[in-house]
């Protein structure tokens, strides 16, 4: 089996090396700007859109087509093998954006464990824990909610941090699995033409841009199938 090191799992660059693909970005550059300044525009309606609709499948139905005009599409596999009494999906981490995604697909909350709070928060689609300080006391709250009947699953990431998703995992934070016993693992995959999905210095809004410059990003999601797809990097904590 190959050997592939935590550099592998990580874009440290923008533009791709291959000359052919940088001519291809250099004459696709203007259309990018353009596609970027239009879907600035159609996100800000989105966005009004996701707020005044309440939580329902037309509600996702809706900003999952208006998401496609900014160039973010999802593509699913066997959606049959969600289990829909679940309370806890486990998902690898590839953009800054996962949770939005898989929100289109099924109801769920992800929790802010770190960074921004109030209406940043509220506004990329996060949880917000209030009064919670510490792993411990989050740990607490989030089984609390676990275990109140009529709450959407959590979904959490136990990487903590975004990969390129190509080269295996990054090793998992055990926390998430003591929260409760019914936990479905979903494996994302993102495929994007011509730039990097994301590189480890980049901010959320940046990502952002980039995501509505590239002419397209895919997510591919396939409920219940860790056990096929996914190849642990143990030797990263």
Same mark, same amino acid.
């Given at each position: 089996?190959?050997?592939?090191? /935590?550099?592998?799992?990580?874009?440290?660059?923008?533009?791709?090396?291959? *000359?052919?693909? &940088? #001519? $291809?970005?250099?004459?696709?550059? +203007?259309?990018?700007?353009?596609?970027?300044?239009?879907?600035?525009?159609?996100?800000?309606?989105?966005?009004?859109?996701?707020? *005044?609709?309440?939580?329902?499948?037309?509600?996702?139905?809706?900003?999952?087509?208006?998401?496609?005009?900014?160039?973010?599409?999802?593509?699913?596999?066997?959606?049959?093998?969600?289990?829909?009494?679940?309370?806890?999906?486990?998902?690898?981490?590839?953009?800054?954006?996962?949770?939005?995604?898989?929100?289109?697909?099924? +109801?769920?909350?992800?929790?802010?464990?770190?960074?921004?709070?109030?209406?940043?928060?509220? *506004?990329?689609?996060?949880?917000?824990?209030?009064?919670?300080?510490?792993?411990?006391? /989050?740990?607490?709250? &989030?089984?609390?909610?676990?275990?109140?009947?009529?709450?959407?699953? $959590? @979904? #959490?990431?136990?990487?903590?941090?975004?990969?390129?998703?190509?080269?295996?995992?990054?090793?998992?934070?055990?926390?998430?699995? !003591?929260?409760?016993?019914?936990?479905?693992?979903?494996? #994302?995959?993102?495929?994007?033409?011509?730039? *990097? $999905?994301?590189?480890?210095?980049? !901010?959320?809004?940046?990502? @952002?841009?980039?995501?509505?410059?590239?002419?397209?990003?895919?997510?591919?999601?396939?409920?219940? !199938?860790?056990?096929?797809?996914?190849?642990?990097?143990?030797?990263?904590?």
């Amino acid at each position: 089996m190959e050997n592939r090191g /935590i550099e592998d799992m990580f874009d440290f660059r923008r533009f791709p090396k291959d *000359a052919a693909v &940088l #001519l $291809l970005l250099l004459i696709y550059f +203007p259309v990018g700007i353009c596609l970027m300044l239009i879907r600035i525009f159609v996100g800000v309606h989105v966005f009004l859109v996701s707020c *005044a609709l309440p939580e329902s499948f037309i509600r996702r139905f809706i900003v999952r087509i208006m998401c496609s005009v900014l160039g973010m599409h999802v593509r699913t596999k066997n959606p049959r093998s969600r289990d829909k009494n679940t309370k806890l999906y486990i998902c690898n981490h590839v953009t800054e954006f996962d949770h939005n995604i898989i929100n289109l697909l099924t +109801p769920c909350h992800t929790p802010q464990l770190e960074g921004s709070t109030g209406f940043v928060c509220w *506004a990329r689609g996060f949880m917000e824990i209030r009064s919670a300080s510490g792993q411990g006391a /989050i740990g607490d709250t &989030l089984q609390r909610y676990c275990s109140t009947e009529g709450t959407p699953p $959590l @979904l #959490l990431f136990p990487e903590e941090e975004t990969t390129n998703g190509r080269a295996g995992l990054l090793k998992f934070s055990s926390w998430p699995f !003591s929260l409760t016993d019914s936990i479905q693992p979903v494996a #994302l995959r993102v495929t994007r033409p011509l730039i *990097a $999905l994301s590189t480890p210095d980049s !901010s959320w809004m940046k990502e @952002l841009l980039w995501t509505f410059f590239a002419p397209c990003t895919v997510y591919h999601l396939a409920p219940d !199938s860790i056990k096929t797809r996914w190849r642990v990097h143990t030797g990263v904590c």
